[in-house]
């Protein structure tokens, strides 16, 4: 072979063997990139996995720990009575608790109110008679008491309605159109409700529900998901449905025992007649706040005209509706916000007895005063 073919031979194959590095080289760089490549896309799918492995948990759990009606009915059903009510106008029914283990019944005043006697019937059937010990018409709470009652009463336990929550879940017990032992379930609609009594003043705090509650469902439980009693229920909506009431715990727990020991009870007593400030009323008056009590009227000789409050002057139409304006406007009682009618009402109601002197916050005008009200017992 010639020098020249020979010369030709070697770079032919030193070309060759450059390629197949070359080759080598790119085949492998590809490769570690698709392997990165890889290795990130396996990454994001096990993130992504745990993620649903999260989530499904987390729905697991939540189906896993729906409420068990069944086991609270069963805790509770025997504390829970019917109250049939015997007049000589003819006979009603409606629902009660037990409170204590000395026989004392709750249920509601409009229940027993004209009634001559009256039987106190369980869920296993027995009946005893029963005598009315006391009544509020002012809470719609009537107390009775059962004669010779039996041994072993399951009293109810109280719970504490101011900690509800809007959306939880509640349960009602008692015994619409006579059909006695019927549980109900929803949701606190709403809290601090106001609830005309039908004498001129209105029942504070009120709880509303759209557990169904129907005519023998008065005087009835409305029970948190723990069993306690969060409240009495006590009306329904005439023209809605899903709207019912029920006079909260807080007020059950104070007029409770003293119709107990009393057979009535007293609550304190201003004496104004009032109305929520908002920010149309408070335009058409030139008030310079938009939240409180604005006092339309204050009674002769009560606690309020010996403080000092003052009613209002004139008349103006807010959205077509006549208000009287120019009264003072009270901001907060003892150093506590008042934003509305019902607040000042529920606290009245819930920390305040006959005797007691409360401060309020005045706004009379543009000025800010503090009068003292020395409460005195509703009439």
Not at 233 to 256: F, K, L
Not at 301 to 316: C, T, Y
Request: hydrophobic share 40%.
């Amino acid at each position: 072979m010639s020098s020249k073919s020979t010369t030709i031979l070697v770079i032919a194959v030193a070309a060759l063997t450059f390629l197949n590095i070359y080759q080598t080289l790119v085949i492998h760089s590809e490769t570690r990139s698709l392997g990165l490549q890889v290795s990130t896309l396996a990454a994001q799918i096990q993130r992504t996995q745990q993620t649903v492995s999260v989530d499904t948990v987390t729905v697991y759990s939540l189906v896993k720990e729906e409420p068990d009606f069944s086991s609270l009915y069963e805790m509770v059903k025997d504390s829970v009575v019917m109250v049939r009510v015997f007049s000589s106008s003819g006979s009603g029914v409606g629902s009660g608790f037990v409170y204590d283990t000395l026989g004392h019944v709750v249920t509601n005043q409009h229940v027993v109110r004209g009634g001559t006697s009256f039987r106190v019937v369980f869920s296993d059937g027995s009946m005893y008679r029963a005598r009315v010990v006391g009544t509020d018409v002012d809470s719609d709470i009537a107390v009775l008491r059962i004669e010779n009652p039996p041994e072993g009463l399951k009293p109810l336990r109280l719970g504490n309605s101011s900690e509800l929550r809007i959306g939880e879940l509640v349960v009602a017990i008692g015994n619409p159109f006579g059909l006695e032992g019927t549980i109900t379930s929803g949701i606190v609609s709403q809290k601090g409700r106001l609830l005309p009594t039908g004498r001129g003043y209105s029942i504070p705090g009120v709880i509303q529900t759209d557990a169904a509650i129907n005519p023998g469902n008065s005087g009835g439980p409305l029970l948190n998901m723990r069993g306690e009693v969060v409240g009495v229920n006590t009306a329904i909506e005439p023209s809605g449905v899903g709207i019912g009431y029920a006079v909260p715990s807080s007020i059950v727990s104070r007029v409770v025992p003293a119709l107990i020991q009393n057979g009535s009870y007293q609550r304190s007593w201003m004496g104004i007649s009032a109305v929520s400030l908002d920010i149309d009323i408070a335009a058409a008056m030139g008030a310079s706040v938009s939240k409180g009590v604005l006092v339309v009227d204050v009674v002769s000789n009560s606690p309020a005209q010996r403080a000092g409050l003052r009613g209002g002057d004139r008349n103006v139409v807010v959205n077509g509706t006549p208000v009287r304006v120019g009264g003072d406007i009270i901001t907060a009682v003892d150093g506590r916000q008042v934003a509305s009618m019902d607040e000042l009402l529920l606290y009245m109601e819930e920390r305040t007895s006959p005797g007691q002197t409360v401060s309020l916050t005045v706004l009379r005008g543009s000025q800010v005063i503090e009068l003292s009200v020395v409460l005195a017992a509703r009439p």
